[in-house]
């Protein structure tokens, strides 16, 4: 008898009227978001037995990146346009403009420093309240992480250099 792969049946299914493209987990784990092409945030409470669906908001373009700050502040990239600060209710409290939408999104572990390539491939770095601290440029940036207490960032670009900036996107170390 052949060994099966390990399958694990999930608890519930959700129909989804497009393709999701991006979805987050709230950092306390009671609920989740998700979105794709057609700019709908869709929002489900799983604290329960069973998933409740919360209301949903929609943003003006194909939602990319989705991510969750500890203040369940909806951090959201879109594939053309802009980056937006949402709150889970769906108020808008927020936009940075970003040239040619968000390719690469990331935020520190609490969610208080937010880092986003744009579609140009230059960084930007926010604070959760959507003020810029500052950018960054150094050919074509293809990589994006940010450090979980939000005092790094490393990002590295298409010719094979790794550069680590602080929070104010000033230069710590190149390589």
């Known amino acids: 008898m052949r060994n099966m792969p390990m399958v694990i049946d999930p608890l519930s299914e959700i129909e989804c009227a497009t393709i999701a493209k991006s979805s987050a987990i709230s950092p306390d784990g009671k609920w989740l978001a998700w979105s794709g092409e057609d700019g709908e945030i869709r929002l489900l409470d799983v604290s329960g037995n069973e998933p409740n669906s919360l209301d949903s908001f929609k943003v003006n373009d194909a939602v990319t990146h989705l991510e969750i700050s500890q203040e369940n502040m909806l951090i959201i990239g879109t594939h053309a346009s802009d980056l937006h600060g949402h709150e889970r209710l769906g108020g808008h409290r927020w936009t940075q403009t970003l040239g040619g939408g968000c390719d690469h999104l990331s935020l520190s572990s609490d969610g208080t420093l937010i880092a986003?390539?744009?579609?140009?491939?230059?960084?930007?770095?926010?604070?959760?309240?959507?003020?810029?601290?500052?950018?960054?440029?150094?050919?074509?940036?293809?990589?994006l992480?940010?450090?979980?207490?939000?005092?790094?960032?490393?990002?590295?670009?298409?010719?094979?250099?790794?550069?680590?900036?602080?929070?104010?996107?000033?230069?710590?170390?190149t390589h």
């Open 116 to 143: 986003c390539i744009d579609g140009g491939r230059n960084l930007h770095v926010l604070t959760e309240n959507g003020i810029e601290r500052g950018k960054f440029t150094s050919g074509e940036l293809i990589l």
């Open 145 to 173: 992480c940010v450090s979980q207490d939000g005092q790094a960032i490393a990002v590295a670009d298409d010719e094979g250099n790794v550069h680590v900036l602080d929070s104010n996107c000033t230069v710590s170390y």
